[in-house]
């Protein structure tokens, strides 16, 4: 209180700051209320106007940074008021204080608190002496058609009353505080007008995939935070331009067409109603499947990884592509009864799916010098290396 004195207030002013129902109503507006907080029971989600608080977060998480800001803010009376601040009046029962700010754009949240003693004439609270006067605080938007109930907190019971408003259109409202039973009441309202808190950071992990091209799959868990709209999906290709794409409410997303053996770095923000963004996730780097001979298939699914074949040819459907299976025999290694099998169809044209047609190992459709060539390369090994041979 000593340090807001010495921002220009007066002593007045810094007499009502110290009031229990000011402090009380500061503390509420400034407690930040999660995806799950609203009045009364969880009743699908809806508000109950007759409960000011809701059943298990009370008034929400304790934020002095935000309530500060609403402290600093000053006092202010009825009528024409900042969007943030907070007042300490009086109200007799069958009338009403009247608050008026502007909602400058779209996409603000409002909260707004209103709290006031109870009254007892012992040291101890006694029900039988206990006074309890009863207040509304609702909440209206000024059409050109007159003002509109945008919402209300009417609790009979209570010595508080609460509105959390989301996501509030731009325009004229007006705070009313009522008295509605009871004494002359003193009381303590407090709000604040502000953008939602911004969404944090998701986690998020990605598997990279494809065969004829690369695929990233990249997924995060849902940021649990007040007016989170979508996310926002940063790629940026190794030595290229970051792309954006917009995801909507999906919390995963699979790049498709990517070249293969190439290096990405993603990174994940959620945004608000209001399109501002959160904290953005921490980079991670996914390369996709090399493509070892560049013939346009990834390894693991590439039928010969050591030596091109765009046409992945393999006549005899062993898993290992004409270009690098010499074992026509099918004995698991290119020896010397293989080429006898090749001599056999040496200078011949490959016709259906015999021998001959695996001996054509260039897949031309004629067995000859260039096959001899690829025969001798793997000579006395093995087939392939293939990426899909079982």
């Known amino acids: 209180m000593e340090a807001a004195a010495h921002q220009g207030w007066n002593a007045k002013d810094v007499g009502r700051a110290q009031r229990a129902p000011v402090v009380k109503a500061i503390l509420m507006a400034g407690a930040a209320k999660g995806t799950a907080w609203h009045k009364g029971l969880d009743d699908g989600g809806l508000d109950d106007v007759a409960v000011p608080l809701d059943y298990h977060l009370g008034a929400g998480e304790l934020d002095l ?15 024409a ?3 943030e601040g907070w007042s300490y009046q009086k109200v007799a029962p069958g009338s ?38 009863d207040l509304d605080l609702s909440l209206y938007r000024l059409d050109a058609a007159g003002p509109v109930l945008v919402a209300e907190s009417r609790s009979a019971v209570d010595n508080v009353e609460l509105l959390y408003v989301q996501d509030l259109p731009a ?5 009313h505080v009522e008295g509605i039973a009871g004494l002359e009441e003193r009381y303590g309202l407090a709000w604040s007008l502000r953008p939602p808190p911004l969404p944090p950071a998701p986690a998020v992990s990605a598997t990279a995939g494809g065969c004829g091209s690369g695929e990233i799959q ?33 919390t995963g997303h699979t790049l498709t067409g990517l070249p293969l053996g190439t290096r990405h770095t993603l990174w994940v923000q959620a945004y608000t109603t209001a399109g501002d ?16 001979d560049g013939d346009g298939f990834a390894d693991g699914c590439d039928n010969c990884t050591g030596l091109a074949n765009p046409d992945q040819y393999d006549a005899d459907g062993d898993g290992y592509g004409n270009v690098c299976d ?9 020896g010397a009864p293989d080429f006898g099998l090749f001599l056999g169809c040496f200078n011949q044209y490959a016709v259906g799916a015999g ?26 090994g093995p087939p392939g290396p293939s990426g899909v041979a079982p």
């Open 96 to 133: 009403e204080r009247i608050y008026r700010f502007q909602a400058a754009r779209s996409g603000l949240d409002l909260t707004a608190s209103l709290a006031w003693n109870r009254h007892t004439t012992q040291y101890r609270i006694d029900l039988d002496t206990v006074r309890l006067s």
């Open 277 to 292: 963004p959160g904290a953005a996730s921490s980079p991670v780097v996914v390369t996709t499947p090399p493509d070892s």
């Open 355 to 380: 021998v001959c047609a695996a001996t054509d190992m260039n897949g031309d459709g004629f067995v000859g010098a260039p096959d001899f060539g690829l025969f001798l390369g793997g000579f006395n």
């Open 326 to 334: 010499c074992d026509f025999n099918q004995d698991g290694f290119c």
């Open 218 to 250: 990249v997924q995060w868990p849902p940021v649990d935070s007040p007016g989170v709209a979508g996310y926002r999906l940063y790629v940026r290709p190794e030595g290229g331009r970051v792309q954006v794409l917009r995801t909507g409410a999906t």
């Open 65 to 79: 940074f935000t309530s500060y800001g609403i402290l600093a803010a000053g006092f202010a009376k009825e009528g």
């Open 81 to 83: 008021v900042a969007p």
């Open 171 to 175: 325009g004229t409202y007006e705070l």
